[in-house]
């Protein structure tokens, strides 16, 4: 079966930009999460989306927003961006009902690079 | 969720056994081990994961010692394919505020050479 993928796998934006990164999952699978992948700060939780709905959130500031369709494709958007925000940004999902680890499949990622 | 302490590298060479060690030792009674792996430029790859059972799959087996306060994942006959940076994770299994989350530390970069 597909694997989640992840749209677009590379990109690079202005500083003040915003940017929309879009991420499908494993068809069944209801839930996504996504993450920051930084050299000085690893993988890093930003948000989990189920059923249209955040269920969980990291500690990252406002500019860091998601959404989930009815068709469990999620879409994560960077307003304002800085610098810092570049990174590798990974989703990941899985069915949702259970949080076993094992049920979480990633994506390879965008990787955004802020000039 | 309990923190790990992983050695940040290590070395392995091909068709050897990989041993690599995680310390929990703050782990609570609810809490599994979990081991992920990341092979440069993808995502993180689930491996295995156990509560207080030695787990065997056909990827590795997990080795958690009696007092789960440390663990080691085996890889038994390493390629160079496996070369990667290994992660392990404590958390628990239920929903809450895990729901999608998994608190990745540094890991141990593990290099597999001829």
Redesign the interface.
């Known amino acids: 079966k597909a694997g ?1 993928t992840q749209t677009p796998r590379y990109l690079i934006k202005t500083r003040g930009q915003q940017v929309t990164l879009s991420c499908s999952p494993i068809s069944g699978h209801r ?3 996504w ?1 920051q992948q930084t050299p000085g700060q ?4 930003l ?4 059923s249209e709905t955040q ?2 959130k ?1 500690n990252f500031p406002g500019r860091f927003s998601g959404r989930q369709f009815s068709n469990s494709r999620s879409e994560m958007n960077v307003s304002t961006l800085e610098l810092g925000d570049s990174a590798l940004y ?1 989703c ?1 999902s ?1 069915l ?1 009902f ?5 049920g ?6 965008t990787r955004l690079t802020v000039v | 969720d309990a923190k790990t302490t992983q050695p940040p590298s290590m070395d392995c060479a091909e068709g050897r056994a990989a041993n690599l060690p995680c310390n929990h030792s703050t782990i609570s009674g609810n809490e599994y081990v979990y081991w992920y792996r990341q092979i440069h430029s993808q995502g993180p790859q689930y491996i295995i994961h156990g509560l207080k059972n030695n787990e065997t799959n056909e990827m590795a087996s997990l080795i958690i010692t009696e007092d789960r306060k440390s663990s080691t994942l085996i890889l038994p006959h390493a390629t160079l394919r496996d070369t990667a940076v290994y992660y392990c994770i404590v958390r628990v299994e239920a929903g809450g505020t895990s729901y999608g989350k998994l608190t990745f530390g540094q890991g141990t970069i593990l290099t597999v050479h001829p």
């Open positions: 989640v839930s996504v999460s993450y690893g993988l890093q939780f948000f989990e989306y189920f269920r969980n990291g990974l990941a899985s949702g259970s949080t076993g680890v094992e979480y499949t990633f994506g390879s990622g």
